[in-house]
């Protein structure tokens, strides 16, 4: 299955990817849903003809199937063609189709963790306040023409008229009340086009990884930039970070949350970690020399 409007996606890509993975030994089955709401249903449809399903497009695209993908223990093989391909970076995939073909076609399954906030799944981040205005200003348009640059030039114009709000934190038998511009709970390691959450998270240490964002002035985000971008993070400049399992996350005011680049939930929120949910196939930890919808299901 692959998104037609991923950043990557054409038909001449998508013929090429066909023939690759056909001469690669893969039978497949071949359908375009109308939207990402029908993923979960293909996946379902199809569950006892094949082996495995393959997605074509970006972070959004992919968790648009995590609900198929858990319900029927399908494994994933992924197609990178989105903006900023965030969980393929998290696994070490290749960026360009041939090579990532070849992984599929390899066989080499990862399991890996989800994380999970009022019923929705996510493979990358799940966050509210500044990232869902970005969220909000990212048009497709945007990503077409600036590609991973949009990130930067939209959360640059969205600091500019960001303000905070309060919202308390519970964890475990401890509860911060906090003043905060963010709060992002990862599961992978990247998400937002590159950014870490942690500098040492992976998708599968069974954690999730929060950071909250408690900056006094606007201006301040441009200080902790770079700790935004490689995750280590640095109390005094202001943000707070916390891991675990679980946690839950309280506002006066419902806020919406942004899972894997789209918003679904919003707060009161509880968020926990799922322990290898779900196989994805990557390259073997010997592979590191691999640079790193409609969509396809594979019999």
């Known amino acids: 299955m692959l998104n037609p409007y991923a950043r990557q996606a054409n038909p001449d890509s998508l013929s090429r990817v066909v023939v690759q993975l056909q001469a690669l030994g893969l039978e497949l089955v071949q359908e375009s849903p109308q939207s990402p709401q029908d993923f979960t249903s293909l996946i379902e449809r199809y569950q006892d003809q094949v082996d495995l399903v393959i997605v074509g497009g970006g972070d959004g695209t992919l968790n648009a199937a995590i609900d198929g993908l ?11 063609l989105g903006t900023a391909n965030d969980l393929a970076r998290t696994l070490n995939l290749p ?3 041939p090579e990532a073909c070849q992984v599929i076609a390899q066989g ?20 509210l306040g500044l990232s869902v205005n970005i969220t909000r200003k990212l048009t497709r ?3 077409r023409r600036w590609g991973i640059f949009a990130y ?26 906090v003043k905060t511009f963010q709060i992002a709970v990862g599961n992978g390691r990247y998400y937002g086009g590159g950014m870490k959450i942690l500098h040492d998270a992976t998708i599968d240490d ?21 700790a935004i971008r490689t995750g280590r993070h640095r109390p005094e400049l202001g943000t ?12 006066s005011k419902p806020q919406t949350i942004n899972t894997d680049g789209e918003l679904t939930v919003s707060t009161p929120a509880h968020f926990r970690v799922i322990p290898k949910a779900i196989a994805v196939f990557a390259p073997r930890r010997s592979d590191s020399n691999l640079q790193t919808g409609a969509e396809f299901l594979i019999k």
């Open 70 to 80: 858990v319900k029927t223990g399908l494994p994933l093989g992924i197609l990178p």
């Open 95 to 97: 960026l360009s189709l």
């Open 108 to 127: 080499n399954k990862q399991y890996i963790d989800l994380g999970w906030v009022n019923g929705k799944h996510f493979f990358n981040v799940a966050s």
């Open 141 to 143: 348009e945007a990503k």
């Open 152 to 177: 930067l030039i939209t959360a640059t114009k969205a600091i500019l008229k960001a303000s905070p709000f309060v919202a308390e934190i519970r964890f475990g038998d401890q509860c911060k009340r």
């Open 206 to 226: 069974q954690r999730l990884d929060l950071y909250s964002l408690e900056i006094k002035r606007w201006w301040q985000f441009f200080t902790v930039m770079l």
């Open 240 to 251: 707070r970070t916390l891991s675990g399992s679980e946690f839950e996350i309280f506002t």
